[in-house]
């Protein structure tokens, strides 16, 4: 089955950090945009950050910037999302997802991406 596989997920107080792990399962990841998704119960998902396919290009959503760092390992074809300084209202499900589009372009978030995950949770709570 072509998806992703996330984990990394947990129970954290604020403060804390995560990595969360994103690997690609049944297709090659080197020719793909990789979006992160955050998903709140009642919320609607939310892109948070994406990273072009060499990785030199990433984009955050204001509400991270400077918090959380995308990263991608094409040969082990996984992307990662260090998550630093957390807050309760980082608490969520996280998804990973692909694009063929760039990264760079300002609708990036509101594409169909494809291969979506089952998501790994994340409970910021003391």
């Known amino acids: 089955q072509l998806q992703f596989v996330e984990s990394g997920g947990d129970l954290v107080k604020p403060g804390g950090s995560l990595r969360l792990s994103c690997s690609a399962s049944g297709f090659t990841l080197d020719y793909y945009t990789v979006g992160w998704f955050r998903q709140v119960p009642g919320w609607e998902r939310e892109g948070i950050s994406c990273i072009s396919t060499t990785g030199m290009y990433t984009k955050y959503v204001d509400s991270v910037k400077g918090r959380f760092t995308i990263s991608r390992d094409n040969e082990k074809n996984t992307v990662y999302l260090q998550l630093n300084s957390l807050k309760p209202e980082d608490t969520g499900v996280y998804y990973c997802?692909?694009?063929?589009?760039?990264?760079?372009?300002?609708?990036?978030?509101?594409?169909?991406?494809?291969?979506w995950g089952q998501g790994t949770p994340v409970t910021v709570s003391s």
């Open positions: 997802a692909a694009n063929t589009r760039p990264c760079a372009n300002s609708g990036y978030f509101h594409y169909e991406h494809s291969y």
